[in-house]
């Protein structure tokens, strides 16, 4: 059900008159707010970044901190650092320049206490991104890998396997909380 109708903004009247039967058809197919191009932008943006995917999958993903045994601060600023780069080519590297730490000193400090080395964890973010995007049938492997910035379908497909056993084709199903569930349930260390 819709939640949002935009209507232009018209300054006579003839052009309110002409809109009202959209406005009806909107009230009538549920929807609950509407907002008037170019006069309602900022209520726009604050609905779309309430509802976002990226804000809905850090919603789903709330726990995923705990469930990981992510539990000291440097770790926890690693994790935030690592879900707001998931569309581009990240590396352990990356996040401790954005930490002002040494690659070296992350991925011991990442890694402390059972958690996952931290290239697992880019990993692992990266295919619930790409489960969740392939979950839209307009998305195909192919797309879904090159907008998260893998180098190939096939590279995507074999990062899928190495951090959940599943193939792309799979992840829809799986969903956000059963790859983090796969995730957790065996294939959180690269070495054993």
Request: with cysteine; hydrophobic share 45%.
């Amino acid at each position: 059900m819709p939640v949002i109708g935009m209507a232009h903004r018209n300054p006579t009247m003839g052009a309110v008159m002409r809109d009202a039967p959209l406005l009806l058809a909107y009230r009538r197919g549920g929807v609950r707010a509407i907002l008037v191009d170019g006069v309602d932008d900022h209520a726009a943006a604050e609905l779309v970044a309430a509802r976002g995917a990226s804000r809905v999958r850090r919603h789903v993903l709330r726990d995923a901190p705990r469930l990981l045994r992510l539990t000291e601060p440097l770790q926890l600023r690693a994790w935030d650092e690592v879900l707001g780069r998931v569309g581009t080519a990240t590396t352990t590297a990356h996040i401790a320049k954005a930490l002002r730490v040494t690659r070296e000193h992350l991925s011991r400090e990442f890694a402390a206490g059972g958690a996952p080395n931290i290239k697992r964890v880019i990993d692992l973010t990266r295919v619930l991104w790409a489960a969740d995007l392939l979950a839209n049938p307009g998305y195909s492997v192919a797309t879904v890998a090159r907008v998260l910035r893998f180098s190939s379908p096939s590279h995507l497909a074999g990062c899928a396997q190495r951090i959940v056993g599943a193939s792309p084709k799979e992840l829809p199903r799986l969903g956000l909380r059963g790859v983090l569930g796969r995730f957790l349930k065996g294939r959180m260390r690269s070495r054993l």
